[in-house]
């Protein structure tokens, strides 16, 4: 008996140094690249490019900010307006403070972050995860939100047993025991299979294989499964108010995507929303900003267009 603990006690142990190795060779191969933020007490990591009118990208769970430059979506808008990718809470080299996992707490926090670095009436780009948090955004912040662009996003509480297991890091005391242990030669073997099928049926860029360590972080993986844990109770306490959204809506999926079903999202929040637009883009399936970059540009372009001329009315009339 003592000497089977004693064999256990020491696997477990050689899976936390492992972990700590990995991801430290992680954080070596891809430093931060962008500066930070203090967003109320919470340091934001933010990537930033070009001039002009803010345009900020809010990437979906599991990811970091990079996912947006991987994209090509960084250089191309920094090439025309400002454009800024944060890492949400917990997820690259941002903070992660205690009960930040709803996209409505997320959106406080992106806020704080966006007064901050000056970044006034922004069009947003929420992509799955990152959707939600735009959508809390506009909601809690009516009057200084530009424009919203919505792409592959989970908006309604629709039933989701595929998200318990991703939920187990969130889990108080033994989460993040296991996310530093027994869960990662486990993640790591069904890593590449969980690529494919969220990328499906577009291939998985290059750079998301030289980055899997960094996503495979204790820290990442907990912010994850948190984020998980808390977006059907946020989608359902947000989901009736959607039609009081007035800023310009584009809103896009792949009407292929495997992981949200654009009829129970997409197009639903299209009928919710009064005078949004809805782009289902043929051939593409969850990660559609890798595998439509420019049909994403081309919303932003049309958003703000829109937002200015809102913007320039209201100006008029006041």
């Known amino acids: 008996m003592r000497s089977g603990l004693t064999l256990a006690a020491g696997i477990l ?22 500066g930070f933020v203090n967003a109320d007490g919470v340091h934001l990591h933010v990537l930033e490019q070009g001039q002009g009118a803010p345009v900020v990208f ?17 250089d191309r808008a920094g090439e025309r307006w400002r454009a800024i990718a944060i890492d949400r809470p917990g997820c690259g080299y941002s903070d992660r403070p205690r009960g930040v996992g709803s996209p409505q707490a997320q959106a406080e926090i992106l ?45 309604f509480p629709t039933p989701r047993a595929d998200f318990v297991p991703f939920m187990v890091p969130a889990i108080p005391g033994v989460g993040p025991v296991l996310s ?11 890593l590449p299979a969980l690529l494919k099928h969220v990328f499906a049926p577009n291939p998985v860029p290059d750079a998301y294989w030289d980055q899997a360590d ?12 948190g984020d998980i844990a ?8 947000m989901s009736d108010r959607y039609g009081e959204i007035r800023c310009p809506l ?18 639903r929040l299209h009928d919710a929303v009064p005078g949004s ?42």
């Open 13 to 34: 142990a050689g899976l936390w140094l492992d972990t700590a190795r990995r991801s430290a060779r992680a954080e070596r191969e891809h430093p931060p690249t962008g």
């Open 58 to 74: 809010v990437h979906g769970a599991g990811a970091w900010a990079e996912d947006f430059a991987i994209a090509g979506l960084l």
């Open 111 to 155: 806020h704080a972050g966006l007064v901050t670095l000056n970044a006034s009436r922004p069009i947003l780009v929420g992509h799955s995860f990152g959707g939600a948090v735009v959508l809390a955004y506009a909601l809690q912040y009516p009057e200084e939100v530009g424009g919203v662009v919505f792409i592959s996003g989970y908006a």
């Open 180 to 190: 530093r242990t027994v869960a990662q030669p486990i993640d790591r073997a069904l």
């Open 214 to 225: 960094m996503l495979l972080r204790p820290g990442q993986l907990e912010a994850s499964a």
């Open 230 to 237: 808390a977006l059907i109770p946020a989608a359902r306490a």
């Open 250 to 267: 584009a809103i896009l999926a792949g009407d292929e995507d495997r992981i949200l079903d654009p009829q129970a999202h997409a197009v």
């Open 277 to 318: 637009t809805l782009h289902l883009l043929a051939g593409a399936g969850h990660m559609a900003h890798h595998a439509r970059p420019e049909a994403v540009m081309a919303a932003i372009e049309r958003v703000m267009r829109a937002a200015q001329i809102e913007h320039a009315y209201e100006q008029a009339a006041s």
